[in-house]
């Protein structure tokens, strides 16, 4: 439980560093942004401002002149082979140019003194001594033993913090890690569910995890503060590790502008969030309240809660994301609109059959045509129906197969459903059999339905009952018709009510003709089993009449 308490305030001190830095950041934003940007384009050497041109010269523009000003100048103070010389100035009809021996650096025209409200030639001398003292102050800091000993100080120090984070540090983050993973939940966390959250959830793994990440950002950063220290001792990469800072400092001013400007549509989401979660909640206790029977809705089927609530899930989500639309992270671009316009057409195009499938399923729940676990016959597929979706319908056969049916080809098809009518009436089961002549029909009828009684599943109640459904050529056709409450034995019941038959016909000595037997009795034994013969019998030998 202890070691706890350092995490969580190693955390609340991280959370009120970055909360001061946020605000410190937005409050050196705002002073920026109250600060008015001055005319011009500015020439800048070693990451230093200068002076502003106003104006183009020769067919350039002001902008084209900073930067061919910055390149001379970078030449000269920068350029380890640059040349010898000094500044000079030189007064020409309409205009003062500044020269390094006899390299051209910059022109100071009349209308860049205009620009400054300074006489041409006062500015020119302004300029050509702010030229000099700068480029010999870069000539003179260029190159010097102590910064080569800075950077390998700095390269020593950047090489030891590695060393220290990646290797003690990680190690012992691991182990603590790994502490952690091994303390038993109930030490560690209170409530019912606390020990089978941490024991469901991976803790070592993602724990482990976040020090490697933690561990990368680190050293993603402690690189990028080494590269900028180590560039900003040398003239020649100054400029480039400050320009490098300053686009990583707008970036994030750009970013956190963003996520500050997003926030009150990010309450939005919230509110949106909460109360579609609370609506959801509040559909599912009805729901499921009617489905126990301790509330009831008139004409609303209980059965019916499961399969509603599902659809009142997705339509609340549907019209969720319809109101959160709006508010989404780029929602109003273009781009975004383009790439929703392409999904959603996609979708509809292959979808149709999905969209149909769906349709069905919604009708045929609220028709009633089955439940689960239902025996039923769709189409080609008998069996009971093991699971109802909105896509499709699955069945289970004797056999243990299971079908999936889509819903639309169930809605198109006959659906024979032998569980409906046996929970209250019972389903008839039937069978036909044919018996000759020679028998009383009677007596027939007797030994069906007594064959029906012995069979286990069928009822009492209701009677079986025989219909005599033909009169054929060799024999009459009787149809035993008896009453079950259990179709799902189906199967089990015919067979066991076959059996019986049997038995009962052979031990009454009545033959069974089906399918068209034609007795022949002149030299032919009875069509019964051996044992429900009588004793000593023979079969008659063939007969001869003399006329």
């Not at 230093?48 to 390149?71: C, M, N, P, Y």
């Not at 609370?278 to 729901?287: E, G």
């Not at 049916?405 to 036909?432: C, E, F, M, Q």
């Not at 027939?444 to 069928?458: D, F, K, P, Q, R």
Request: aromatic content about 10%; hydrophobic content about 50%; proline content about 5%.
């Amino acid at each position: 439980m202890n070691s706890t308490v350092p995490v969580r305030r190693l955390g609340l001190a991280a959370i009120a560093l970055v909360l001061a830095l946020s605000a410190a950041f937005v409050i050196c934003t705002n002073a920026g942004a109250q600060t008015a940007e001055p005319a011009g384009v500015p020439v800048r050497l070693d990451g230093k401002e200068l002076f502003r041109l106003h104006t183009g010269i020769d067919q350039k523009s002001a902008d084209e002149r900073a930067r061919l000003v910055e390149d001379r100048l970078y030449d000269l103070a920068l350029n380890p082979f640059r040349p010898s010389g000094d500044f000079a100035l030189r007064e020409l009809e309409g205009r003062s140019e500044i020269h390094f021996g006899d390299r051209f650096v910059i022109a100071v025209t009349d209308a860049d003194a205009a620009a400054e409200a300074r006489p041409r030639s006062e500015l020119a001398a302004a300029r050509l001594e702010l030229l000099r003292n700068e480029v010999a102050a870069r000539r003179a800091d260029y190159w010097r033993p102590k910064r080569l000993a800075v950077s390998f100080l700095a390269t020593a120090a950047f090489s030891a913090a590695m060393w220290f984070v990646v290797g003690f540090v990680r190690r012992r983050l691991a182990a603590y890690a790994g502490k952690l993973a091994a303390e038993r939940p109930e030490d560690m966390q209170t409530g019912p569910a606390a020990p089978d959250l941490m024991h469901r959830f991976p803790i070592r793994p993602f724990l482990a995890k976040l020090v490697r990440g933690s561990r990368t950002l680190f050293l993603l950063a402690s690189i990028g503060i080494w590269l900028f220290v180590v560039m900003s001792f040398f003239p020649r990469s100054r400029f480039v590790a400050v320009d490098l800072l300053d686009r990583l400092l707008d970036v994030l001013a750009t970013v956190w502008k963003a996520l500050a400007g997003y926030i009150p549509n990010l309450m939005f989401l919230v509110v949106i969030g909460v109360i579609t979660y609370l609506v959801i909640r509040l559909a599912r206790f009805i729901f499921g309240e009617v489905a126990r029977g301790t509330l009831s809705l008139p004409g609303f089927d209980p059965e019916w809660s499961e399969p509603t609530s599902k659809i009142a899930v997705f339509l609340i989500l549907a019209l969720s994301a319809v109101m959160a639309f709006p508010y989404l992270p780029g929602s109003q671009s273009h781009a975004f609109q383009a790439v929703s316009l392409f999904l959603g057409l996609l979708i509809s195009l292959s979808s149709s059959s999905a969209i149909s499938n769906i349709i069905a399923g919604v009708i045929l729940t609220y028709t009633g045509a089955f439940r689960l676990g239902d025996r039923v016959r769709i189409a080609e597929a008998f069996g009971d129906v093991v699971d109802k979706t909105l896509l499709v319908t699955r069945i289970r056969t004797a056999k243990n197969v299971d079908i999936a049916i889509p819903n639309a080809l169930v809605l198109s098809s006959h659906i024979v459903n032998y569980s409906h009518a046996a929970r209250d009436a019972g389903l008839i089961l039937h069978t036909t059999v044919t018996i000759g002549y020679d028998a009383a029909w009677r007596q027939v009828h007797e030994l069906l339905v007594a064959a029906a009684l012995s069979t286990n599943g069928i009822l009492d109640d209701p009677a079986p009952f025989v219909l005599q459904t033909s009169l054929d050529d060799f024999f009459v056709s009787y149809e035993i018709n008896a009453f079950t409450r259990n179709p799902g034995r189906m199967m089990l019941i015919y067979a066991e009510l076959h059996q019986n038959i049997q038995d009962r016909f052979n031990e009454a000595g009545v033959e069974i003709m089906s399918p068209h037997f034609a007795a022949l009795r002149d030299g032919n034994a009875a069509a019964r089993p051996a044992s429900s013969l009588p004793d000593g019998y023979e079969a008659p030998g063939f007969r001869i009449v003399e006329k």
